[in-house]
């Protein structure tokens, strides 16, 4: 199995920044996609931003230019750097990948969540 443990999350005001961090541990051969998705009450589940094992990126218009995602696959972590944060960000944020396991077994497994709040 693969686990995926979150961490950064918390209270900000309007323009502040936060940095989310993602670990994933366990069975792991190799890791493809690394993601972060977010879920504001009421609002269905949204791509935050996505990179790739080779680092191309994939960002939802929403965030563009404020959020950047980035990886070290040493210690297979993705990150969520998240600047000029607004009210509208404010969401549960999930990490997400993909990969095999040492068995070869494709595996695909999601974080608990991590609340982010941003104030006005």
Same mark, same amino acid.
Do not use: H
């Given at each position: 199995?693969?686990? *995926?443990?979150?961490?950064?999350?918390?209270?900000?005001?309007?323009?502040?920044? *936060?940095? *989310?961090?993602?670990?994933?541990?366990? $069975?792991?051969? $190799?890791?493809?996609?690394?993601?972060?998705?977010?879920?504001?009450?009421?609002?269905?589940?949204?791509?935050?931003?996505?990179?790739?094992?080779?680092?191309?990126?994939?960002?939802?218009? $929403?965030?563009?230019?404020?959020?950047?995602?980035?990886?070290?696959?040493?210690?297979?972590?993705?990150? *969520?750097?998240?600047?000029?944060?607004?009210?509208?960000?404010?969401?549960? +944020? +999930?990490?997400?990948?993909?990969?095999?396991?040492m068995t070869m077994a494709p595996f695909s497994?999601?974080?608990?969540?991590?609340?982010?709040?941003?104030?006005?």
């Amino acid at each position: 199995q693969v686990q *995926l443990v979150e961490s950064g999350g918390g209270l900000v005001q309007a323009g502040g920044s *936060l940095r *989310l961090s993602c670990a994933a541990s366990g $069975s792991i051969f $190799s890791i493809n996609d690394m993601g972060w998705d977010r879920q504001a009450p009421g609002k269905q589940r949204e791509l935050v931003a996505l990179i790739t094992s080779g680092g191309n990126t994939n960002y939802a218009d $929403s965030v563009k230019g404020r959020f950047t995602i980035s990886r070290n696959n040493a210690k297979n972590t993705v990150y *969520l750097q998240m600047n000029s944060l607004k009210p509208e960000d404010t969401a549960v +944020y +999930y990490c997400n990948t993909n990969g095999k396991t040492m068995t070869m077994a494709p595996f695909s497994s999601w974080g608990q969540g991590t609340q982010v709040t941003v104030s006005s």
